[in-house]
């Protein structure tokens, strides 16, 4: 099966200061790659869509200048938490999407626990 | 407003019987339904889907039933087994293709011995 993996696995940093999270698609190539927060007890909530070599495409309400997106190329995915303040204290999920046009199939890295102090 | 809805945050089942997880959505132009299931500290594994022009989609011990006309949608795991134990997510997403998928807030269900 396709599998993503994410680093680092959980991050605590001090409030100011930014993180980097990778995401990266193993055994295929992925033209989109998607990120997701999750608050506890809430639904996966979708950031922003990453597509490779150009800008990625926010949802209503999340700040690009805060969560920065690079998708530089097919197999990896970078979201930059800028900035970071306890409130941005979450799980962070990407996932890589795999397959043809309308039979695509979206696969989830584990993770990264983000704890801003 | 959540368009996907999963009002039981959990559900404990005996091991051997039958789990079912239910979900509802708003937003009639969905087409395409998933199930994910997510261990702790794990991302959501892709279960089983099935379109709106499908009522049922069976594959192995999982079973997805969809009524369009109450916007409902169910998931039946017989036998329930102890490493079924983990949360599930229902997903909706509209032209059949998974690129934006909208989430429920997941059913944690435990399978007891």
């Known amino acids: 099966g396709a599998v993503v993996s994410q680093h680092p696995s959980w991050v605590i940093c001090k409030s100011g200061t930014s993180v980097k999270i990778e995401c990266r698609s193993l055994?295929?190539?992925?033209?989109?790659m998607f990120w997701y927060r999750q608050f506890p007890k809430q639904s996966l909530m979708l950031m922003a869509t990453s597509n490779e070599g150009s800008k990625a495409t926010y949802e209503q309400g999340v700040e690009k200048d805060k969560f920065l997106i690079n998708h530089a190329s097919l197999t990896l995915s970078t979201l930059t938490v800028t900035s970071a303040h306890p409130e941005d204290s979450s799980f962070y999920i990407c996932s890589a999407l795999r397959g043809d046009r309308g039979f695509e199939t979206q696969y989830f890295g584990p993770g990264t626990r983000l704890l801003v102090l | 407003d959540q368009q996907v809805k999963q009002n039981s945050p959990s559900l404990s089942v005996q091991e051997g019987r039958i789990s079912i997880l239910n979900c509802d959505y708003t937003n009639s132009m969905f087409d395409y339904f998933l199930w994910y299931k997510k261990y702790p500290a794990e991302g959501p594994t892709f279960l089983i889907s099935i379109s709106s022009i499908k009522d049922k989609n069976e594959d192995g011990r999982f079973t997805v039933f969809l009524n369009k006309s109450a916007k409902h949608l169910s998931l039946h795991i017989v036998p329930s087994q102890p490493g079924d134990s983990a949360v599930y997510f229902c997903a909706a997403t509209i032209g059949g293709s998974q690129g934006n998928l909208i989430f429920g807030k997941g059913t944690k269900l435990s399978v007891k011995p």
């Open positions: 055994d295929f190539q992925a033209t989109t």
